[in-house]
C-alpha cells in the first residue's frame, strides 16, 4: 500500500460527543496529496479556518484529545478517528464537523473502520514520507512511561501495559504490528472506559455527560457494568493502544518504529509526539518503500505545513 492514500468518496456519521453530550453530524471528504487530516467547524460564524490534525495544535489531553487553531476554533475526542484514519492507511482527510466534539459511536473506532472499508481508498500520485526512528526517546510522569524506538521495520509496532486496582481490570499487556488487517481485527473494537467512581468527579467537570453503556465499558471494581460484558478479555488494554495510535498521528506521518508505553495516556503520548519532534537527531523523514532516503527533518515538515511552532 505504497503511496498517499485518501477516501474514495465522502462518508457522512452523525452521533453524539461523548463528555459534551451534544449531537454531532461529521463528514468525512477526500483531499489532495500533501495536506495531511484536518478538521473544519462548520457551525462556526464567519469565515472556517481549518484545524490541523498536529502535535502543535493540541490544547487540552484530560480524557480526550483537543485541536484547536489561531481562530478559536476546536474539535475534541478526535484519537478515535484518527486511530482509524492511521491504521487504515489514509494519509490525506478533510473532516466537516458541526459540533466541538467528534460523535463517540460505540466507544470504539470500530464504526470508523467500518465505514471508510466500504467506501474504499484510492492512491494517489505522490509517495508516502515515513517518520523513520533513529533513536530511542522517552518521556516519564512518575511510574507512567512512554517511549519510542527504532526497529528496522517501515511501520509501526507498539506495546502497552496497564494496572489498575479494579480487579475487573487488573494488570494486562498488549502488542502488536501494525497493519490495516490487525487494526480492523484486533484493535478497532476496543471501546473506552471508565469507573463508577469517578462518574461524579467527571460529570462535575463537564465531563462525560454523553457517556452511556451504548459507548463506553463501565467499571464497578470486580464488575462490568455492560449487559454484554467485553469484547475481548483484554478490551482496556487494547483500547488504550488504539489511543496511542489516534495520538502519534498527530506527529503528522505514519511513524516507522515501535512504541511501548506503561500506565500512559492522552497527556503522557501527547507529550512523547512534542518530544520526538523537538528531538530532530532522533528522527528522519523517509520515503517508503526506497531504503533509506533521507530528508532534513525541518524542511520536509515545513513543506508539508507541519513545521515545528506551526
Not at 455527560?209 to 478490551?235: F, P, Q, T, W, Y
Request: glycine letters at 10%; a negative charge.
Amino acid at each position: 500500500m505504497f503511496g498517499q492514500h485518501t477516501l474514495s468518496r465522502k462518508i457522512s456519521v452523525s452521533g453524539i460527543g461523548l463528555h459534551s453530550g451534544i449531537g454531532v453530524n461529521m463528514t468525512l471528504h477526500p483531499a489532495g496529496t500533501d495536506q495531511g487530516i484536518r478538521f473544519r467547524r462548520t457551525d462556526m460564524i464567519g469565515p472556517s479556518e481549518d484545524i490541523l490534525a498536529s502535535v502543535n495544535c493540541v490544547g487540552s489531553c484530560e480524557r480526550a484529545t483537543t485541536l484547536s487553531n489561531e481562530a478559536g476554533h476546536s474539535v475534541s475526542t478526535v484519537e478515535h478517528l484518527l486511530a482509524a484514519s492511521r491504521g487504515l492507511g489514509i494519509d490525506n482527510m478533510l473532516v466537516e464537523i458541526d459540533a466541538p466534539e467528534v460523535p463517540i459511536m460505540d466507544g470504539s473506532s470500530l464504526d470508523f473502520c467500518n465505514l471508510i472499508k466500504m467506501h474504499g481508498l484510492v492512491s494517489q500520485p505522490k509517495p508516502r514520507n515515513l517518520i523513520r526512528i533513529l533513536k530511542r526517546v522517552e518521556v516519564r510522569s512518575g511510574a507512567r512511561v512512554a517511549s519510542l524506538t527504532p526497529t528496522d521495520a517501515a511501520v509501526l509496532s507498539l506495546s502497552a501495559q496497564i494496572e489498575f486496582e479494579d480487579a475487573a481490570i487488573g494488570v494486562q499487556q498488549g502488542a502488536f504490528v501494525l497493519s490495516p488487517g490487525v487494526f480492523c481485527e484486533e484493535l478497532s473494537f476496543a471501546r473506552t472506559f471508565g469507573r463508577c467512581s469517578e462518574l461524579e468527579g467527571l460529570h462535575a467537570r463537564g465531563l462525560a455527560l454523553g457517556g452511556s453503556l451504548e459507548n463506553a465499558i463501565l467499571v464497578d471494581g470486580d464488575r462490568i457494568v455492560n449487559e454484554g460484558g467485553l469484547r475481548r478479555a483484554d478490551e482496556f488494554v487494547r483500547h488504550k493502544l488504539l489511543d496511542a495510535i489516534g495520538d502519534l498521528a498527530l506527529a503528522g506521518g505514519m511513524i516507522a518504529g515501535h512504541y511501548d508505553s506503561v500506565q500512559a495516556g492522552h497527556q503522557l503520548n501527547i507529550e512523547l509526539v512534542k518530544e520526538l519532534m523537538a528531538t530532530p537527531e532522533a528522527w528522519c523523514w523517509e520515503v517508503e518503500g526506497v531504503e533509506r532516503a533521507l530528508f532534513q527533518p525541518e524542511r520536509a515538515a515545513t513543506e508539508r505545513g507541519l513545521a515545528l511552532g506551526a
